[in-house]
């Protein structure tokens, strides 16, 4: 602290991302990154533009992957926004549409960033229970019209909305923009983006760290009304011309060529998940119902801050949240097939070892 900070400063409780340690033979399953590499074709077309052309600033527009991410999505590049990270298009959302008269809304239970952009940005928020078994319960959203914020699937649980539901959240609130953040639909939910095109309220944010296997390449995007769009658009240049470098544009572009990869990479994930949910059920834990890249689980007998500790000091690193109804969960990313092997039996050793 100094005399020399803002006051915004001083009131900011900035995100805490989880670590990123640098221990051999670490079992590495915090941040919900792909265990998979990205495509090969994604490295060749960003070796492509490590060349001259670096003097030159990209286009700021990023023109290209708009339009390749048009065509993906079956939607018009004016209905697309790309930025550093979708945590850099929450942002731009944030500060675009959801500060209102009325709070902003979204789940008790959720992703930690959220409450972080309402405090930089001045936005008023009240936070949704999730119901007993933690679940999204959309009636719950049937009060003053404010905008609305849900992760689908939800994190950390995993649990997912359906595309009925998005629906009935849209049409109880159509005075009011809902962002819906996609960052783990790709491993089994349903998008909402073909909503758009009936919902001039509703913006989807997803993105390439996930699915894509491309957290450090840092690519997000958000499809929605042209108008939605152009608010965040003005936001993104009033802030950063240019967030996505020339390297990274090309490597996004590319990632959308190969379908196969993507593809064979999230079916992968997804008989991955499968096979840890049933390792952790087998040795007495109980597992949320996950359709992302990680799963939530706790142990009946074991408190989640002293399995996290002991998953530690057998290289073994999950995420665990200090937090009101979900300190006895941990979070722990689909990796693969011999991380969760290790993972299971460094579980079975500590499970063991107490009794
Ligand atoms: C990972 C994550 C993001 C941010 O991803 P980026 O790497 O910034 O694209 C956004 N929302 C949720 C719910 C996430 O889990």
Redesign the pocket.
């Known amino acids: 602290m100094s005399r020399f900070w803002s006051s915004l400063t001083h009131d900011l409780r900035p995100y805490v991302p989880g670590e990123q340690p640098r221990m051999a033979e670490l079992v590495k399953l915090n941040t919900?990154e792909s265990p998979f590499g990205p495509s090969p074709r994604v490295l060749e077309a960003i070796r492509g533009e490590a060349a001259d052309t670096l003097r030159l600033y990209p286009d700021p527009q990023a023109t290209a992957l708009r339009a390749a991410l048009a065509t993906y999505h079956q939607v018009l590049p004016e209905q697309v926004f790309v930025g550093n990270?979708?945590?850099?298009?929450?942002a731009h959302a944030f500060a675009a549409l959801l500060k209102h008269e009325a709070p902003l809304l979204f789940p008790d239970i959720?992703?930690s960033?959220y409450p972080v952009y309402c405090r930089l940005f001045g936005i008023a928020w009240e936070a949704v229970p999730l119901d007993e078994a933690m679940q999204i319960r959309i009636a719950d959203y049937r009060r003053r019209a404010g905008p609305i914020i849900i992760?689908n699937p939800n994190?950390p649980t995993g649990i997912a909305l359906s595309r009925a539901e998005i629906v009935t959240l849209l049409e109880a609130h159509p005075d009011a923009p809902v962002v819906i953040?996609e960052?783990?639909v790709d491993f089994g939910a349903e998008t909402a983006i073909p909503l758009v095109a009936s919902h001039s309220n509703l913006l989807v944010?997803q993105?390439?760290?996930?699915s894509r296997a491309l957290?450090g390449l840092?690519?997000?995007y958000a499809i929605g009304d042209a108008d939605l769009i152009e608010a965040i658009t003005r936001v993104k240049d009033s802030f950063n011309s240019y967030p996505l470098g020339r390297p990274v544009q090309a490597g996004a572009i590319a990632s959308l060529q190969d379908e196969a990869y993507f593809q064979q990479g999230r079916a992968r994930v997804i008989a991955g998940r499968e096979r840890l949910n049933r390792g952790l059920i087998r040795i007495g834990f109980d597992v949320l119902p996950s359709f992302a890249n990680f799963v939530f689980a706790r142990h009946p007998a074991h408190a989640g801050a002293a399995i996290t500790a002991a998953l530690r000091q057998r290289a073994v690193i999950v995420r665990h949240f200090q937090a009101p109804r979900i300190s006895d969960y941990l979070r722990i990313t689909v990796g693969t097939d011999e991380q969760i092997g290790r993972l299971l039996s460094a579980l079975s050793d500590i499970l063991g070892s107490r009794s």
């Open positions: 919900n990270g979708s945590d850099e298009v929450l959720t992703y960033f992760a994190a953040d960052a783990y944010v993105t390439m760290s996930k957290a840092r690519v997000g």
